[in-house]
């Protein structure tokens, strides 16, 4: 019997289409290619995303609501930025509406989710471990710092990104970034002093 | 980014190279999708009460700047249609009833 598997060349095909005619499509309100879209950039804005959130349920809603911001912005997306760098944008934005919304639930909360602990590829692996709770220190200084300071702090010490790039995702001035950066630190300073945390 | 060297830059030098939440399977990936599409469902059901969502989020302190210029505003309408302000409860109901366009 003849056997031809449709599946496979399909995706051959859908793979030979070029991203800006399914950013098009999408644009126009075709599902399938914001979701074929979506799940192509999911793993980066979920990684930007993850600095943000505190539990792995909290990580998926605010990836979700950002690709729902995306979805609802796509009919003003211009073609003359890539396409990664908008989306890029949004999802910072969308972080930052994260912060500034769920400020004081997250004053309130405990800190950590404890699954994260469950989570080390080796439990024995101590190099692991010491970044994990570098990261939790490194958390709670953020969780005492405002919006926009935890913003551009995760940006660039965090994710290491330029001063200008920084300033692209952000929508503000390079000089703004790095005033704010320079406050942002100086806050920083004065808390692992004030927390014991340098002794 | 960071050119010093001090106990906070080691701190986010290390807090740097952990990735939280990392796991990402297939598995993940496929509830992802079928998440996002019941999601992008009720958004074009829901488009309609976009404007209440709008509204139901607006801060008490954005309701605290607005009721002073609404009552501004009102105020404003009042002078404009009669050039005076009327007495009483009885002259207030009076007054907007005669700018509804149907008789009261």
Redesign the interface.
């Known amino acids: 019997m003849f056997f031809f598997d449709t599946t496979r060349a399909t995706r051959k095909v859908e793979s030979e289409i070029p991203e800006s005619e399914w950013v098009a499509r999408a644009a126009k309100g075709e599902?399938d290619a914001?979701?074929r879209l979506?799940?192509h950039y999911?793993?980066r804005v979920?990684?930007t995303a993850?600095?943000f959130?505190r539990s792995?349920p909290e990580?998926?809603d605010l990836?979700?609501e950002i690709?729902?911001k995306v979805?609802?912005g796509l009919p003003g997306y211009r073609s003359d930025a890539p396409f990664e760098h908008w989306i890029m944008t949004v999802a910072v934005r969308g972080c930052y509406d994260f912060l500034r919304s769920n400020r004081r639930r997250r004053e309130r909360e405990t800190l950590y989710?404890p699954s994260?602990r469950r989570?080390d590829a080796d439990p024995a692996d101590e190099r692991?471990r010491?970044?994990?709770e570098?990261?939790e220190?490194?958390s709670v200084l953020l969780d005492r710092l405002d919006a926009k300071d935890r913003l551009v702090i995760t940006l660039?010490?965090?994710?290491?990104r330029?001063v200008r790039e920084t300033a692209a995702l952000t929508g503000w001035s390079e000089a703004n970034v790095k005033v704010r950066a320079h406050r942002a630190?100086k806050k920083?300073?004065d808390l692992?002093h004030e927390l014991g945390?340098?002794a | 980014?960071?050119h010093e060297d001090?106990?906070?830059d080691r701190?986010?030098a290390?807090?740097?190279?952990?990735?939280?939440?990392?796991?990402?399977d297939g598995a993940s990936?496929l509830g992802?999708?079928t998440?996002?599409?019941a999601?992008?469902a009720d958004?074009a059901q829901g488009a309609s009460s976009a404007l209440a969502e709008c509204l139901a989020k607006l801060s008490w302190r954005f309701a605290a700047a607005s009721l002073p210029l609404a009552l501004a505003a009102a105020v404003v309408l009042a002078l404009s249609h009669r050039h005076a302000l009327p007495d009483g409860v009885g002259g207030i109901v009076t007054q907007w009833a005669g700018l509804f366009p149907v008789g009261i």
Not at chain 2, 14 to 24: K, M
């Open positions: 599902e914001f979701v979506a799940s999911r793993a979920r990684s993850a600095r959130a792995r990580l998926e990836v979700q690709f729902l979805w609802r989710d994260e989570e692991a010491a970044r994990r570098a990261w220190t490194v660039l010490d965090l994710e290491e330029g630190r920083m300073r692992f945390l340098d | 980014m960071k001090t106990p906070l701190l986010l290390a807090a740097r190279d952990h990735a939280p939440f990392a796991a990402s990936a992802f999708e998440r996002l599409r999601a992008l958004g």
